[in-house]
């Protein structure tokens, strides 16, 4: 999945970016409120990370944008702000869910993991192709019953791919899904994951068909 984080502590930044990037995620961050309704307007994002008290444009303004544009993009509000009524107050702006600083990461991590979740079973959270079954908020894949062993970016290809059921995804979007502003993708980097991914996948009754010059397909394997 691919995250935003929309906070002007560098140190907030730092843990929870670092905390995401190790759950697979590819982050995005952003440190004042103009920057975030920017980032947003692409719509690339699965969740996004708010702090209220932002630079340049408050975060609830961010959130009643985001919201008036008709984006069901998760949101996570994190906040100094105490207090039921601002409690209710971020909930009706359309927040999905709310912490207080300072918070436990642990208990990011579970609310993260919640809103993923919740948001998956909106859309498949399991897909099976051949005897490869993929549990895609889980981040978790088996053949038959055995466990596949995937890197954080083999699993963002095929969860990409998994996503969009046959349908041709383009190089280009499988690139914005998995990697952030801070960090390159190369065209090469992306054909050793699909490389590799290929050789885990070869004889679970899966692959990924290049689609020359359009992209690429996960499909039932016809030939092994
Ligand atoms: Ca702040």
């Known amino acids: ?31 004042s409120g103009s920057q ?14 708010l702090d209220l008290g932002l630079p340049a444009l408050d975060g ?25 009524n601002e409690r209710i107050r971020v909930l009706d702006l359309g ?16 609310r993260v993991r919640a809103l993923l979740r919740r948001s998956a079973s909106r859309g498949n959270t399991e897909v099976c192709i051949g005897r490869l079954r993929l549990d895609l908020p889980g981040h978790r894949a088996w053949v ?19 996503s969009r059921p046959n349908r041709i995804t383009h190089r280009t979007q499988l690139i914005d899904a998995l990697c952030s502003w801070d960090q390159d993708l190369t065209q090469n980097g ?13 004889g679970s009754g899966a ?4 689609v020359r010059g359009l992209g690429y397909l996960l499909e039932e394997a016809l030939d092994e």
């Open 190 to 202: 992306l054909d050793i994951a699909i490389h590799r991914l290929r050789r885990k996948l070869h």
């Open 95 to 110: 927040a999905d869910d709310y912490l207080v600083k300072p918070f436990a990461l642990a208990e990011f991590e579970a």
């Open 36 to 49: 975030a309704d920017a980032a947003l307007q692409g719509s690339i994002h699965d969740l996004l990370i």
């Open 1 to 31: 999945m691919r995250i935003l984080i929309a906070e002007d502590d560098p140190a907030i930044t730092a843990a929870i970016a670092d905390s995401l990037r190790h759950g697979g995620h590819a982050v995005d961050c952003v440190a």
């Open 207 to 210: 692959n990924v068909r290049t």
């Open 60 to 84: 609830s303004e961010v959130l009643h944008r985001l919201r008036e544009r008709g984006s069901s993009v998760p949101v996570l509000v994190i906040t100094a702000r105490e207090g039921l």
């Open 144 to 162: 038959d019953d055995a466990p596949l062993e995937l890197t954080a970016r083999e699993f963002g290809v095929i969860e990409a791919l998994a």
